[in-house]
Structure formats: structure tokens, C-alpha cells
């Protein structure tokens, strides 16, 4: 059996979302032993944390890249049949940064892992998590996108979300997620109403039932550009990334014994958030601003 297929189920990290409706759950992670105070975002972060140490990073040769096409706005094949999407996108742009050949292949989810260890890729993008089980088989550059948590209200209804402005307002949010264990931690004077996913957090919003959705800003992002919404509301305030809570973010999967290309790519991708091109990517390919 491959590789990829006896770890499909664990490698599922990915929500295939339509570009229509929000199905993006939130994803359920360790709880954070400490609490500090979060902070929220106005705009794009920094993605990529500062390089250690100053010796010279080889470059390599040519990078073979594999990523998937089902899975909008990261990878999707668009109306004129090529592929693209931000995974797709960001791979261009570090052979561009690199200056060295690239190929980029389309594999199915479970596939990915299988195809650097079997040496028919150098790298995957598209959500391969970063676990200690997979560390067998790949090591994983730096985050190269935060996937934050955001408020939505009512168009009517905007403010800036901060906990004092939030207190005694009912807050939707889904159940059992990273998403509800932030609200009660850091923002405890809220009224929580507990729903069953992001979607009916959103309807609730929508509906007049909620003050107020706390929810994954990428899968709003969809729900807020499409018909779902009827243009009826919008972000409230920054976005939350605290990692603790809503992950560090997707990375690039590299062979685990690969440690030059992994250095390569983390030095390419410092280049892309210092000139902006990380934050160029966000704009061009979510439909409504994630921070």
C-alpha cells in the first residue's frame, strides 16, 4: 500500500470550498496551556520570521513541485482550463526568486506525501500537515499565510470588535472549536450562542439572531463575496491569528533529509513577504480581505 493511501484519513487537512457557499469549518486544535492577551490585526503580517545565522543559502538546481487542483483559491483550474490558484501562484513566484526551473504537477490529496518520498516531487504545497507522525517522511518550510479568526456583524452593525465593545452582545460561534475556546477566553463577557458550524454562526448573524459571528476568515471571506450573504454584512474589527489557537498556517512540504531546499525555499519565501508578494497573493485570490 502507498504511502499517501494509508494515511489519507490523517492527512485530510484540506476543505474543498466552493466559491458559491462556506463550507470551511473551523479546525480543532490543542488547547493552549497559557493565555496571553491577543491582539488583533489591520493588516497583512509579516509571514515569515527572520533568518538565523548568515551563512549563504545553496540554491538548488530546479524544484519539482506537486499540489492539488480541487481545492479553491489555493489550487483550481480556472475558465480558460490553467492552473493557478495561491499555491500555484506563490510556487511561480519562488522560481522566480530562486531563479531556477520549476515544474509544477497535479496530484490528489493523498498522493502528495507519496510522491516526495517515492523522489517524483521535490516539494508539496496544498495542506500537508506538519505532524510528528509525517516528520518520517518531510520536514515543512516556515508558514507562508496565517489563517485567521474574524468577526462579522451586520452591515448596520460594524464596530470595532475588541472585548469591552463585544460585552453583553450575542456571539455565534461553532461549538466544540478553537474558535469558541477563544471567545471564552478572551472575550468572557460576550453571550455566546453555540451553533453547529461556521455556516449556521453566519446565518445567525444574517437572520438577526446573533449581534455577531466569530469565525474562520477564510471560509467568511467566501460566504461574505457571494450570494449566501446578500451583501447583508461584514468584518468587524482586525483579525486574530493567535497560533495557539487557530494554527501557525500552511507550509511547504519538503523530504525529510532535505534540508537544503527546505533553507532555499525558507530564504525565497523571506524575500516574497519583504517585497510584498506574500501580501500581493492574499488580495488577488481571497475575495474579501482576510486581515
Known amino acids: 500500500m502507498r504511502i499517501g493511501d494509508a494515511l489519507a484519513t490523517m492527512l485530510q487537512l484540506k476543505v474543498i470550498l466552493s466559491m458559491a457557499a462556506m463550507v470551511l469549518g473551523s479546525v480543532v486544535l490543542a488547547r493552549a496551556a497559557t493565555a496571553t492577551e491577543p491582539s488583533s490585526l489591520q493588516a497583512p503580517p509579516r509571514f515569515v520570521p527572520p533568518r538565523a545565522g548568515t551563512a549563504p543559502v545553496e540554491s538548488p538546481g530546479a524544484i519539482r513541485f506537486v499540489t492539488t487542483d480541487d481545492f479553491p483559491p489555493f489550487g ?107 471567545l471564552v477566553d478572551f472575550f468572557p463577557e460576550t453571550k455566546r450562542i453555540e451553533v453547529e458550524d461556521d455556516a449556521a454562526a453566519l446565518a445567525a448573524v444574517k437572520e438577526g439572531r446573533a449581534d455577531a459571528a466569530f469565525v474562520g476568515a477564510l471560509g467568511a471571506s467566501f460566504w461574505l463575496a457571494g450570494p449566501a450573504s446578500a451583501d447583508c454584512c461584514a468584518f468587524a474589527g482586525g483579525a486574530w491569528t493567535e497560533p495557539a489557537y487557530f494554527g501557525a498556517g500552511p507550509s511547504i512540504a519538503v523530504r525529510a533529509d532535505d534540508g537544503r531546499l527546505r533553507a532555499a525555499l525558507d530564504d525565497a519565501l523571506r524575500g516574497l513577504d519583504a517585497d510584498g508578494t506574500l501580501a500581493d497573493l492574499t488580495l488577488r485570490f481571497f475575495p474579501v480581505g482576510l486581515y
Open 76 to 182: 483550481f483550474v480556472d475558465g480558460a482550463g490553467t492552473l493557478t490558484g495561491f499555491d500555484v501562484e506563490l510556487a511561480r513566484a519562488l522560481c522566480r526568486r530562486l531563479a531556477v526551473p520549476c515544474t509544477i504537477q497535479v496530484r490528489p490529496f493523498p498522493l502528495l506525501v507519496d510522491a516526495l518520498v517515492t523522489n517524483t516531487a521535490d516539494a508539496a504545497l496544498g495542506g500537508v500537515r506538519d505532524t510528528p507522525r509525517l516528520r518520517r517522511f518531510a520536514a515543512h518550510t516556515a508558514s507562508y499565510l496565517r489563517l485567521p479568526a474574524r468577526f462579522v456583524t451586520r452591515r448596520a452593525d460594524v464596530v470595532d470588535a475588541r472585548p469591552e465593545t463585544l460585552a453583553g452582545r450575542a456571539v455565534a460561534v461553532a461549538r466544540e472549536t478553537r474558535t469558541a475556546d477563544f
